[in-house]
T-cell receptor, first 113, second 115 residues
Framework: DAKTTQPTSMDCAEGRAANLPCNHSTISGNEYVYWYRQIHSQGPQYIIHGLKNNETNEMASLIITEDRKSSTLILPHATLRDTAVYYC??????????????FGKGITLSVRP | ETGVTQSPTHLIKTRGQQVTLRCSSQ?????VSWYQQALGQGPQFIFQYYREEENGRGNFPPRFSGLQFPNYSSELNVNALELDDSALYLCASSLGGAAPWETQYFGPGTRLLVL
């Protein structure tokens, strides 16, 4: 799987939008961008994924650049409960390929009151 | 809540012992993946089971083994425990097969401490 690069940490104020960047410059056309988050000592929680188009669900929005080399996860109104480590993962969509998730160190988001 | 459950939640073992961790997959899911997460690191893929067969393995020694049962629940067995095996063990279930990229949903994990 292609590797991703994320900043180590960032913070934002409660109620404001949190924009979490991710670089995946070697992504191929057969790879999705997935985002998970992990609140301290819990299992990772699926947030959203996309291939080319921007995606939105009840948790977040995912903006993927036209060249697909980077993406941004947007939490529109961050709350204290959004404090977590956020992982950006590139994952193959080829049938028969190993469908493992390859986690990096992620970005630690701290939401301040 | 993902519907994926793991047991036990915590476990303490001594070096050289053997341990079995259990995972019940979300209803309708036929694939279980296991990950090891050391303190301060991201989860690392151990192996995956699809319809009771191993379907991919990460860089872990043979003393890490697994099983998947007809109801798609799974076990992770670790023999000859070492201090470095202390970690959070996570399982994730998904609907595999023709769509291996289907989203994986994680359980809460089992925290293993080896003394």
């Amino acid at each position: 799987d292609a590797k991703t690069t994320q900043p180590t940490s960032m913070d934002c104020a409660e109620g404001r939008a949190a924009n979490l960047p991710c670089n995946h410059s070697t992504i191929s056309g057969n790879e999705y961008v997935y985002w998970y988050r992990q609140i301290h000592s819990q299992g990772p929680q699926y947030i959203i994924h996309g291939l080319k188009n921007n995606e939105t669900n009840e948790m977040a929005s995912l903006i993927i650049t036209e060249d697909r080399k980077s993406s941004t996860l947007i939490l529109p109104h961050a709350t204290l409960r959004d404090t977590a480590v956020y992982y950006c993962i590139v994952r193959s969509r080829i049938t028969g390929a190993n469908s493992k998730l390859t986690f990096g160190k992620g970005i630690t988001l701290s939401v301040r009151p | 809540e993902t519907g994926v459950t793991q047991s036990p939640t915590h476990l303490i073992k001594t070096r050289g012992q053997q341990v079995t961790l259990r995972c019940s997959s979300q209803s309708g899911h036929n694939t279980v993946s296991w990950y090891q997460q050391a303190l301060g690191q991201g989860p690392q893929f151990i192996f995956q089971y699809y319809r009771e067969e191993e379907n991919g393995r990460g860089n872990f020694p043979p003393r890490f083994s697994g099983l998947q049962f007809p109801n798609y629940s799974s076990e992770l067995n670790v023999n000859a425990l070492e201090l470095d095996d202390s970690a959070l063990y996570l399982c994730a279930s998904s609907l595999g097969g023709a769509a291996p990229w289907e989203t994986q949903y994680f359980g809460p994990g089992t925290r293993l401490l080896v003394l």
